[in-house]
Every structure is written in structure tokens, then in C-alpha cells.
């Protein structure tokens, strides 16, 4: 079955420290993965994807991730966070024909401790 | 002027009462969805259309039915609402075939059912 797994509800990181909120996927077909960020009283904003090429790929608001086949994470990086990146991220998979839906995984909301 | 807006952005009712969200768009894409988010559960898909004529279940589609009256606009129908149908609902759009384009979002819609 088709399913993303984030695996930590809730994280919270102290303002300049790094970030790593981890992705799990299951799909059985070549993946395109996206990571999303929803602010407070937001819709959600696309930050990042992968479909092909360097695994590691560069987004928005200073994020990486990084696509590893042998263990189906995308976990989301950042060197050094910032009181504004406090909100919920979501993971999302989806593939070549299937319509353009996509899979999102639980979530996980990131709390920035001054 | 926002390019995928949901009206109306905060509802409260009765359950048994019959409440229609609805989506318009001014990005010109095909492709429209309605997921729910839910704390824990990230996003689920509701229904999903890939133009006027084409329709399409999502994995949660009981309790709920949908419209697509022009290319630009797609309505959420609760026919007899209920309390666990409280939840955060969101109008996404995309363009094309592949989830390469990712998605688009609404601000979205709270809705209690009390």
C-alpha cells in the first residue's frame, strides 16, 4: 500500500540550532516527493521536491532534502532554524499516473524555542 | 486576489444540516481536489476532479458529494452533517497530469459540526 510515515508528531529546536524532520514513504512505483510547510491559519505552501536527478534538492526559506532510495526517506533539513519556520510540515508523495493525487503523511509540528 | 479561495473560511453547524464549502480558482488548472486534515492524520482526499465531466472518489468520500460547475470552481456538500465531520478542510488545485506540478492551496475551511 501506498502510505508516508512521519515519524514525530512534535519537535521542538532551539532558535540557530539545525532541523531534521524525518519522511518514510511506501509506494510502489518511482516516487516524486514534496515537503510542504502550513502556517498558522494558513493553506500550505509548497517547499520543496524530488523527481529525478541529484538527490539532494534545494527549496525555499533556506530547506534541503535529501532522496535516499535504500531506506524511502526524504527528510527535511535546515542548517539553522529561525522563529518563523514554527509550523506544522507535511511530507507528500505521489507518481507518474496517478492522476496527480497525492499521499500525505501525519505531519509534524516544529516549535522554535527563543 | 488569492489564486485557490474557499468560502466560507470558518463555519459552525447543527449536525443534521445540510453545508456546502465551496472553491473557485483563477490559476486555470484542470485538476481540483478536497482533502480534510485532522491533528494527527495529515491529509486525507475526499474527492478529487479532473475536469467538469470527470469526477472521482477519494479514499474518505462517505457522508460527502461534490460539484464541479465550471473549470474554476468545485463545492464540498455535507448532505446531513455530523460532529466528526469537524475538521479543516482544504481546496487544492493542479495543472496537468503529473504531480510534478504539485499542488495549489486554499486557505482553507474550519468547520464544526456541533
Known amino acids: 500500500a501506498q502510505s508516508v510515515t512521519q515519524p514525530d508528531i512534535h519537535i521542538t529546536v532551539s532558535e540557530g540550532a539545525s532541523l531534521e524532520l524525518r519522511c518514510n514513504y511506501s509506494y510502489g512505483a518511482t516516487p516524486y516527493l514534496f515537503w510542504y510547510v502550513q502556517s498558522p491559519g494558513q493553506g500550505l505552501q509548497l517547499l520543496l521536491k524530488y523527481f529525478s536527478g541529484d538527490t539532494l534538492v534545494q527549496g525555499i526559506k533556506g530547506f534541503e532534502a535529501e532522496f535516499k532510495r535504500s531506506q524511502s526517506s526524504f527528510n527535511l533539513r535546515k542548517p539553522s532554524v529561525h522563529w518563523s519556520d514554527a509550523a506544522e510540515y507535511f511530507c507528500?508523495?505521489?507518481?507518474?499516473?496517478?492522476?496527480?493525487?497525492?499521499?500525505f503523511g501525519q505531519g509534524t509540528e516544529l516549535s522554535v524555542k527563543p | 486576489d488569492a489564486d485557490v479561495t474557499q468560502t466560507p473560511r470558518n463555519r459552525i453547524t447543527k449536525t443534521g444540516k445540510r453545508i456546502m464549502l465551496e472553491c473557485s480558482q483563477t490559476?486555470?488548472?484542470?485538476?481540483m481536489y478536497w482533502y480534510r486534515q485532522d491533528p494527527g492524520l495529515g491529509l486525507r482526499l475526499i474527492y478529487y476532479s479532473f475536469d467538469v465531466k470527470d469526477i472521482n472518489k477519494g479514499e474518505i468520500s462517505d457522508g460527502y458529494s461534490v460539484s464541479r460547475q465550471a473549470q474554476a470552481k468545485f463545492s464540498l456538500s455535507l448532505e446531513s452533517a455530523i460532529p466528526n465531520q469537524t475538521a479543516l478542510y482544504f481546496c487544492?488545485?493542479?495543472?496537468?497530469?503529473?504531480?510534478?506540478?504539485?499542488?495549489?492551496f486554499g486557505s482553507g475551511t474550519r468547520l464544526t459540526v456541533v
Open positions: 487544492a488545485t493542479s495543472d496537468g497530469d503529473s504531480p510534478l506540478y504539485g499542488y495549489t
Open positions: 507528500a508523495v505521489g507518481g507518474h499516473n496517478q492522476g496527480g493525487k497525492l499521499i
Open positions: 490559476k486555470g488548472h484542470d485538476r
